[in-house]
Structures are given as structure tokens and as C-alpha cells.
């Protein structure tokens, strides 16, 4: 965080595919150097992707022949048995419900607040702007291990032990999405608000007619951080919800592959790939959002 | 320019000297942006203040306090921190917990470095493409879910990586069932799905070396490896020191991976800190002691975030 520059995320951040540049001025049409880096990194990619793929198409065979050997990394006869069975084991339409509850609020929660904070501390002006912004940004090394006991604590004297609302409210304020809005609007243009000024417009004028239509783009990758960050949390819904009806889907896999044991695995993973769609569909279509999100603040 | 540090008078600065005569803000429009920025701050410093500052202050006076919930708390000074270091448990898993950080990282680091060197040399532009997609994938991946399909992998009797490995002739190896096995499963996981991210921070360092660089140590006569030890890594130290201490803060916080694939077992074998954190409060009960583990789990993050300073300051080399 320390060598951050002050421009915008989007747009702003050199585009990496450029690589580095030739480094011999005579080309050679094959290179044993090149095929063994290629060979190298193909076989990286198969580590990476083989246990997503025997996972896919696993849920795919049916669940007596699923622990049979040899494994299959291509499900060339798709079998959905696994899939019915999965809706009967686990009440997922709940599940899914519950995730996208949390996840859906807690992203447009951390949207809206951070895009407010921000905006203040890039743009407005009060006493004690240095030190507040310090202040958020401190928050971010507390790692949330160590706040859960007391978190617990407070959400049971507010009434909302074992609610989804206990998931929700707490992961709301975002230091880091705080710092990435006050960074993206940074490098939106000072004249902007200058020229408005002369125009004899308010502050919050300023900002609603000017600075929060160009802001969509920045909180668009605070919203798919912080959803994919809590679509997968695991540790605080295991802590903060207690009974079934309250669980999202990674606590209720979890639960389901202690319950079903190894007899029927997959089962379980027809239900770990349902609870991929929706990371896979962000992967798909925010893959650049969320790389410049995660990455941000790291000096890059 | 530094992310601590707000540019106060930018505004005014970018106007330049000739017009700002006629932008003074006036006291009226100073006053009603002060207003604004509160309201605008209201919702983030409220929250942060009621679930993070208020907590992390609650933490530390519990640590000093024995607490079930049920009876009164009562004032136990450096009870619970001396208990808690002398409880066998706990120390085995603050061990664990550091053996881990430091071969879980050193492999991290070294895998996405070396992976991120050889794809940022020439190669067509759609593999590069497909390579930095297959190693960030894992990172949108749920732990959980990870930890859950990694757990059939390894089994002993029908896993695949048994198989594969049968197939070269190495006997079946007990993954899950021996200390030793439940630790290494614990790391490959983990790297497994977070070398993506400190691969990805590589990428981009090595992108920020300029061509010029490259060019000035190739008419030098640098090639292949040579240039590599002696432009890349002096050059990519600054990119080195912040992804290994995003990666070990983040190791140091380990628990889904084991809580899913071992619950820290056998034995003790991979229980790590915020395990016990974990078991204590919300098994046993024992609120003081748990917050009395997080607080050191705080001092150590906050130990090696300082050292960074520290290093960045001393030893990194900036171009």
C-alpha cells in the first residue's frame, strides 16, 4: 500500500498482455527453451484445472459408479441422477436463497457506503480527513478471526442471534472498498468539480449530477469483490447462524458431505458445482474487474 | 504518492494560480461540504466503529477476563495469556500455524513467480491469455468447496491422486490418516488455490519493468537465466515484499482448509490458531482465552506489517 499511485482503476492500470519484449534480435522458428516452458506451464494448468474438472464431471456419473476408478476428467455421458438426489438430501432452493440474500445486500450495502466514503475523502473537505482515512485503513490488519467473539457478542444483545441480518449488517462497512472508491475518484478529474462550482452548483449537486455517474464503474468492482468474497465465506456464517434454515450454501455442503459420508460422492459434488455457477459466471464476464480489485493498493 | 496521505489543496492546485482568485471557496460552500462529507461518512464510520473498532477494543479487555456467557465475567489479569501459552494445544497449533506460513508461502511465492516469468515471455497472446486465467480460477473458488472436492481426491483407498501416483508405482499414501500427510494435504490445498493471487501480483510488477530495461541487459549480453537473477528480481523487490506479506498474513489467518479437510487432526496435527480461536469460544466456551489467542494472532499480523515498512524502507531496490 505503499507505493500506490493516485490514478483510477479502471482503464488506467497497464494492460498486461503486451509481455515483455524480445530479447534476441534473430528469430528462430523453434526453440527447445520455448516448448519446455510451454510443456511446463501446460502441465500447471492441468494441476490447476484437473480437480475442477474430475469434480465436474464426477457430479456427472451416476452415484454407485462415482468412486470407481479409473477417474474421469470428461463427462462424455452426462448422468444427472446426482443432481436430482441433491435437491432431495439438501434444501438448496433455501440455501441459494440465503446465499444470494446475504451476498446481494452485502454487495450493494458495501456499493453504496463505500462510494459515499470515498467520494467524501477524495473530494470533500472537513478537519480530521488524514486521520479518519488512516483510521479505515488501520481497521484492515484486524483480521476478522479476532473480532468474531466480540461481533457474537453484540449481534446476541441486538436481537438478531441466528438471523440472516447477523451475516449481513457487520460486513457491510469495507475499509478496502472505502480505499478503492477514494482511489478511483481520485483520478477522475478535479476540474470536473471546479467547473460545476462555477456554475454555481452545491456539493451535492457536484456530486450527484457529476462524479456519481461516472463512479459506476468503480463500485462495479467493489460489488463483485464483495461478492465473491462472501459467496464463498465460510467462518462467520459457521459462527453466526445457527440453525439449518439460516445456512448458506458452502456451510450447507459442508454439512452434507459429513452427513452422507463417502458413499455417495457425487452427490455432494453436483452440489459444490451448482454452488460454482455463480463465481463461474463473475469469472466469466468481471474476470478483469476482480483481477484490478484484488490487486489494488499492492503497488502495481 | 502516498494512499495515507489526501492531496488537500488538489483541487485548488489544478485550477493553477491565473484562476484561482475566482474559486476561493466560499465559507458558505466550505461549510455545507463539511456537512455533506459527514453525512456521506455516516453509514461506513457508524458500521465500522459498532462492528470493528468497538469489537477489537472488547477483544482485548476480554482477554483480560474469565467469560462463559452464562456467569458474571470476572477479572483474571494475564491469567488467560500465561494458560494460554503453557496449554499444550495451543502451542502446538501456534507452531503448526508458523510451520505452515513458512512452506505454504516459500511455495506460493516461488510456483506463481516462476509461472509468472515464464508466461510473460514471448508466446501468443491467446495462451498467455488462457494460462493467467487457469491459475487465477481457483481464487473465485469457495475454501469450503475446494476443501470439500480436495478431500475425495486424497482419499486413501479410491482418491485419484493415489491412482496417478499407482500408475508410476508408488504405493498408496495414507493422506489423511498420518500427521504428516494431513499437513502436506493442508499446504497443497492452500497453494493450490492461492498462488493465483500472488501470481497475479507478479504479473503485474513484471509489467511495470521497463522494455528499455530489458533492452539496455540484453546489448549487455544478459540472456535466458542470467538476465532474469540480475534485472528481473532486484527490479521485481518492491512487487516480492508485498506479495509475500499479503501471502503470509493470509496464512497466518488458515481455517477453512483444515476446519474441512482433517477439523485439525490427527491429534493436534493441523490445528491452527484461529482453529482454537474457534473451539474455544464457540465449543468450550471460553470467551477470555479465545480473545486472549486473538490478540496475540493480532500482535504478530501487526509485527510483520511493521517489518514491511521496515524492509520497504532498507532493502528493496526502486527503479
Do not use: C
Amino acid at each position: 500500500m505503499t507505493t500506490t499511485t493516485d490514478h483510477g482503476l479502471a482503464g488506467h492500470s497497464p494492460r498486461l498482455s503486451e509481455g515483455l519484449p524480445e530479447t534476441s534480435p534473430n528469430r528462430r522458428r523453434f526453440s527447445w527453451a520455448f516448448a519446455i516452458r510451454i510443456m511446463l506451464l501446460l502441465l500447471a494448468a492441468a494441476l490447476t484445472l484437473g480437480p475442477v474438472m474430475w469434480t465436474l464431471s464426477t457430479s456427472l456419473r451416476s452415484p454407485s459408479e462415482s468412486f470407481k476408478l479409473p477417474p474421469s476428467f470428461i463427462p462424455w455421458n452426462p448422468d444427472f441422477t446426482s443432481y436430482g438426489e441433491v435437491f432431495q438430501q439438501l434444501n438448496i432452493f433455501l440455501l441459494v436463497l440465503n446465499s444470494a440474500l446475504v451476498t446481494g445486500l452485502i454487495a450493494v450495502g458495501q456499493m453504496i457506503s463505500a462510494a459515499l466514503a470515498g467520494y467524501a475523502f477524495a473530494h470533500l473537505k472537513f478537519r480530521g480527513r488524514g486521520a479518519l482515512f488512516s483510521i479505515v485503513l488501520a481497521t484492515m490488519m484486524v483480521p476478522v478471526q479476532v473480532t468474531i467473539v466480540p461481533v457474537f457478542m453484540l449481534i446476541r444483545g441486538m436481537g438478531l442471534s441466528d438471523t440472516l441480518l447477523a451475516l449481513i449488517l457487520p460486513a457491510i462497512p469495507t475499509a478496502f472498498g472505502t480505499f478503492l472508491m477514494r482511489q478511483y475518484f481520485m483520478g477522475l478529474p478535479a476540474e470536473l468539480a471546479e467547473a460545476a462550482a462555477i456554475d454555481g452548483a452545491s456539493p451535492w449537486r457536484t456530486f450527484r449530477s457529476v462524479y456519481a455517474p461516472l463512479a459506476i464503474p468503480g463500485m462495479a468492482i467493489v460489488g463483485i469483490l464483495a461478492f465473491n468474497f462472501h459467496w464463498n465465506e465460510f467462518f462467520r456464517p459457521l459462527i453466526l447462524t445457527i440453525s439449518e434454515q439460516n445456512f448458506t450454501l458452502p456451510l450447507g455442503l459442508v454439512s452434507l458431505q459429513g452427513n452422507l459420508g463417502t458413499g455417495s460422492i457425487s452427490v455432494v459434488l453436483a452440489g459444490v458445482v451448482l454452488s460454482m455457477i455463480p463465481a463461474l459466471v463473475v469469472f466469466m464476464f468481471g474476470q478483469r474487474a476482480l483481477q484490478d480489485g484484488l490487486t489494488a493498493g499492492t503497488g502495481k | 504518492m502516498s494512499a495515507t496521505t489526501p492531496p488537500r489543496e488538489r483541487p485548488r492546485q489544478a485550477a493553477g494560480p491565473a484562476t484561482e482568485a475566482q474559486h476561493q471557496p466560499t465559507a458558505k460552500s466550505r461549510h455545507s461540504q463539511r456537512w455533506l462529507a459527514w453525512i456521506f461518512l455516516a453509514p461506513t464510520i457508524l458500521g465500522m466503529g459498532l462492528f470493528t473498532l468497538i469489537p477489537i477494543v472488547a477483544s482485548v479487555v476480554l482477554a483480560f477476563f474469565r467469560w462463559d456467557i452464562i456467569s458474571a465475567p470476572t477479572f483474571v489479569g494475564f491469567d488467560n495469556f500465561s494458560e494460554v501459552v503453557q496449554d499444550p494445544t495451543v502451542r502446538v497449533s501456534f507452531l503448526n500455524t508458523i510451520a505452515f506460513v513458512v512452506v505454504a508461502v516459500a511455495l506460493q511465492l516461488g510456483l506463481a513467480l516462476a509461472l509468472a516469468i515464464m508466461v510473460q515471455e514471448k508466446m501468443p497472446a491467446w495462451l498467455r491469455v488462457f494460462f493467467r486465467s487457469a491459475f487465477f480460477f481457483p481464487l473465485i473458488l469457495s475454501a469450503a468447496s475446494v476443501s470439500i472436492f480436495m478431500r475425495y481426491l486424497f482419499n486413501e483407498q479410491f482418491g485419484v491422486v493415489n491412482w496417478f501416483l499407482s500408475l508410476v508405482g508408488i504405493p498408496a499414501v495414507p493422506w489423511l490418516t498420518t500427521p504428516g500427510g494431513s499437513a502436506a494435504v493442508v499446504i497443497l490445498v492452500y497453494v493450490w488455490q492461492n498462488f493465483g493471487f500472488s501470481f497475479l501480483l507478479f504479473i503485474g510488477g513484471l509489467a511495470s519493468i521497463s522494455v528499455e530495461t530489458y533492452e539496455a541487459a540484453s546489448i549487455d549480453g544478459a540472456t535466458g537465466w542470467r538476465k532474469h537473477l540480475h534485472v528481473t528480481l532486484p527490479l521485481l523487490s518492491p512487487t516480492t515484499l508485498v506479495a509475500s506479506v499479503m501471502a503470509i498474513i493470509s496464512a497466518l489467518q488458515v481455517f477453512d482448509q483444515p476446519y474441512v479437510l482433517t477439523r485439525g487432526g490427527p491429534g493436534d496435527s493441523t490445528r491452527t490458531a484461529v482453529m482454537v480461536i474457534f473451539e474455544s469460544a464457540f465449543q468450550r466456551l471460553e470467551f477470555g482465552q479465545a480473545s486472549a489467542v486473538g490478540v496475540l494472532l493480532t500482535l504478530i499480523i501487526m509485527a510483520i506489517t511493521a517489518a514491511q515498512f521496515r524492509l520497504s524502507k532498507r532493502f528493496v531496490f526502486y527503479q
